[in-house]
Each structure stands twice: as C-alpha cells, then as structure tokens.
C-alpha cells in the first residue's frame, strides 16, 4: 500500500536548481517521517535531507547540502519535495524518496521501510 514515487530527475548545469517530488497515495504517508538519500556511481548511499510528520514539519539535512537544499510537504500530505539549488557535479547521483515505519526523520537508512526506485540527478560542470 505505501510505494513512494520520485520524479523530477534530469540533467543540469552547475549553478543551476531542480526539484524532487516524491508522491505516495497511502492514507499513513502524512503521519510518517519522509527522507531523500543519493547513491552516487561507485559510491554508497548516503542521507540528504528528511521531515517529519506533516503536523510537525521538523527537517534535518546532511552537511554537504545545508543551505542548498530544502525539504517540504505540500498541503494535500500526498508530496514530499526537495529543492535543490545552486547544483554541483558532485551532487550528481540516483536519489531515493524513503518512507520510515513510524515518525522518524534521522539519517539512519534501515529504519526507512518503503523506498522508491529513485530518480537520475546530473550535474554538469
């Protein structure tokens, strides 16, 4: 019933923004805390941004994207989106929407349940 769905993806220039929607139509999405993790090439995959239930609105962001990148819900409680600005190549990678079992909004991965299938983020120099 929970599936997350990212969209929004492409191809950019440095310098450049886009924005990550990540929807999901079950009723339990807007009690949940939601989070966004990239898996660059070669690389592990890592936090970059989470918020918690849509009544409280807490976010948390990893060093390498704080005051680049925001994290929202709208007001339908159905999206979650993350606003990415002033773009690197290094924030190139697959970015992942995650659904947590409960209201949590840390940076830990395996307390995330549902997780979507990402969406390509590339960043040209």
């Known amino acids: 019933q929970v599936q997350p769905i990212e969209s929004g993806g492409g191809l950019v220039q440095a310098g450049n923004s886009l924005r990550l929607s990540c929807t999901d139509s079950?009723?339990?999405?807007?009690?949940?805390?939601v989070a966004w993790f990239r898996k660059a090439p070669g690389k592990e995959r890592e936090f970059v941004a989470a918020?918690?239930?849509?009544?409280?609105?807490?976010?948390s962001y990893s060093d390498f994207v704080k005051g680049r990148f925001t994290i929202s819900r709208d007001n339908s409680k159905t999206t979650v989106y993350l606003q990415m600005n002033s773009l690197k190549p290094e924030d190139t990678a697959v970015y992942y929407c995650?659904?947590?079992?409960?209201?949590?909004?840390?940076?830990?991965?395996?307390?995330?349940?549902?997780w979507g299938q990402g969406t390509q983020v590339t960043v040209s120099s």
């Open positions: 918020i918690s239930s849509w009544n409280t609105g807490i976010t």
């Open positions: 079950a009723r339990t999405f807007a009690s949940t805390g």
């Open positions: 995650a659904v947590a079992n409960g209201n949590y909004y840390g940076t830990l991965e395996n307390l995330y349940r549902y």
